[in-house]
């Protein structure tokens, strides 16, 4: 059976976090949503660390760098494109390490 790479504790805080999260977003702005799951997934980034395989670590900690846990759009504008870019980009960072990781051909609609 495989590590886990969040012990019970790691879990628990994640959770709360995420939970709170939510509650807090119903009361806040709507650009403040990405910004949340943005930290959460640095936490959970933070948590892989000597947990993960050396290609898990580097492509997690690659990526996240670049979109900072605080990041938020700016307006409407170029700011807003300038920030769903950055955000395509890391979802295809995230893609191509899970597609080398699991081994599932470029072709393979699953």
């Known amino acids: 059976m495989p590590a886990w790479i969040l012990d019970e504790d790691d879990a ?25 799951l943005l930290a959460a997934a640095h936490r959970l980034g933070d948590a892989l660390g000597d947990k993960a395989s050396p290609e898990t670590a580097a492509a ?20 807003r494109a300038a920030y769903v870019a950055r955000l395509d980009d890391l979802c295809r960072a995230v893609a191509a390490h899970l597609v080398a990781h699991f081994g599932v051909p470029a072709d393979d609609p699953a």
């Open 60 to 79: 997690v900690s690659a990526a996240l760098e670049q979109m900072p846990p605080l990041a938020v759009p700016r307006g409407d504008g170029d700011g």
């Open 12 to 36: 628990l805080e994640l959770l709360a976090f995420l939970v709170t999260a939510a509650r807090t977003q119903v009361d806040e702005a709507a650009e403040y949503g990405p910004m949340r």
